[in-house]
């Protein structure tokens, strides 16, 4: 089955920089891949998905990008602000022949002042 | 539209006991699926369903139950309940095999 690797487990910015999140898959036929954020005490909420047929796809200051030869994909957030403090959630799915999203484990980000 | 909806929202358990989580969504979505998370961990898939009558089991399904009479209604079964099923448990539903929406959570502890 799909195995997703999530890096870093934490990431720590000042207010006003980049962050960079970065997923692997393991099944060269995943199609679908959504990025979630969890907000403490909160439910996961999606924020930005791409498909395989796409390399980029952006959304105001967050974009993902997708490498399907080297199977990952990556969040980018742009002039960080503290509301984007939160757990991110990277998934993966083969929408062909699975009805599951594969999860990774999760990336907590700091923003700081 | 309520979106996804999940009840209780706390609830204390003693081993042993048993109890049903419910989850209902107002969407007309065919996938619902059930997912525990754990402190400060990722979430791990339980149980799922494709549609009314059909469910099939996720990665982490000892212990649990479901099933799928209504296309609204998903409840999960804790049979048993052991202190290891203390977690937060979260529904989604969805259209297709995408995107997932997510109801508040439920928030279970054994003793």
Not at chain 1, 41 to 65: F, H, W, Y
Not at chain 2, 54 to 69: A, L
Request: proline share 4%; aromatic share 10%.
């Amino acid at each position: 089955g799909e195995n997703v690797e999530q890096h870093p487990s934490t990431l720590s910015v000042q207010e006003g920089d980049s962050a960079v999140i970065k997923c692997t898959y393991s099944d060269s036929a995943s199609n679908y891949f959504p990025w979630y954020k969890q907000e403490l005490g909160k439910r996961p909420q999606l924020i930005i998905d791409i498909r395989s047929n796409v390399g980029e796809k952006k959304d105001q200051r967050i974009a993902v990008t997708l490498n399907k030869t080297a199977k990952h994909f990556s969040l980018h957030i742009t002039e960080t602000q503290p509301e984007d403090s939160a757990v991110y959630f990277c998934a993966a799915a083969n929408t062909g022949t699975a009805s599951k999203l594969t999860f990774g484990t999760g990336t907590r980000l700091q923003v700081t002042l | 539209n309520a979106g996804v909806t999940q009840t209780p929202k706390f609830r204390i358990l003693k081993i042993g006991q048993s109890m049903t989580l419910q989850c209902t969504q107002d969407m007309n979505h065919n996938y619902m699926y059930w997912y525990r998370q754990d402190p400060g961990m990722g979430l791990k898939l339980i149980y799922y369903s494709v549609g009314a009558g059909i469910t099939d089991k996720g990665e982490v399904p000892n212990g649990y139950n479901v099933s799928r009479s209504t296309t609204e209604d998903f409840p999960l079964r804790l049979e048993l309940a052991a202190p290891s099923q203390t977690s937060v448990y979260f529904c989604a539903s969805g259209t297709s095999r995408e995107t997932q929406y997510f109801g508040p959570g439920t928030r279970l502890l054994v003793l």
